[in-house]
């Protein structure tokens, strides 16, 4: 979307911020789900060894447990293919006080959206949910929580171990995936996806 348009578009606002699939990684009970949580910890405290995190272990816990708080707000993936529940039309001014805690207003200066007035908030009660744990938690938390995310989402292209580390909970772990791509054929294959027929 080029935000210069937005005129032209209805902006949809959705649950989001877990580093697992959805709610049922975080909230089912039995020995594999305890392992891939105890196996997220361990990756969340490699990003933030790489980032420089003084206690990566213990802000990993802190992390794991406020990703943990927003899982029990979100809809279920049942709940959310409801149709009649997930339009939910709001005026900007009404979703600053229907979900209040959350920085609405300069999120979307920041994101060049500051003269829409309107937006669809799919999963409403869980949006306003995460806005009030957002407005409850810890700074320090919030910081490793982003820093977590930014490292692993950059891991592709950062030292060996870092990628490794993402490959080991996201590849390995959840998806049973024994062995990683090579780095260059990674490479390739973004080139070709991102600049494909100019190639």
Do not use: C
Not at 46 to 51: N, V
């Amino acid at each position: 979307v080029d935000v210069k348009d937005v005129d032209n578009y209805i902006f949809y606002i959705t649950q989001s911020g877990l580093g697992m699939p959805n709610r049922d990684y975080y909230l089912d009970e039995g020995e594999k789900s305890d392992e891939l949580r105890a196996a997220y910890i361990n990756y969340l405290r490699d990003m933030l060894k790489a980032a420089g995190d003084e206690n990566p272990l213990g802000s990993a816990r802190k992390v794991m447990a406020f990703e943990t708080s927003m899982a029990r707000v979100h809809w279920t993936n049942t709940k959310r293919r409801n149709r009649s529940l997930t339009y939910n039309k709001m005026r900007l001014e009404r979703l600053t006080s229907y979900a209040k805690g959350f920085p609405w207003e300069e999120m979307f200066a920041a994101s060049g959206l500051s003269d829409q007035t309107h937006f669809v908030v799919r999963e409403n009660d869980a949006v306003r949910g995460l806005a009030r744990i957002f407005d409850r938690a810890d700074i320090d938390t919030i910081k490793a929580y982003m820093k977590a995310h930014y490292v692993g989402g950059m891991a592709a292209y950062l030292p060996s171990e870092i990628d490794d580390a993402r490959f080991a909970f996201y590849g390995k772990a959840l998806r049973g995936t024994e062995v990683q791509q090579d780095r260059w054929k990674r490479a390739v294959s973004q080139i070709d996806g991102t600049m494909g027929e100019m190639v």
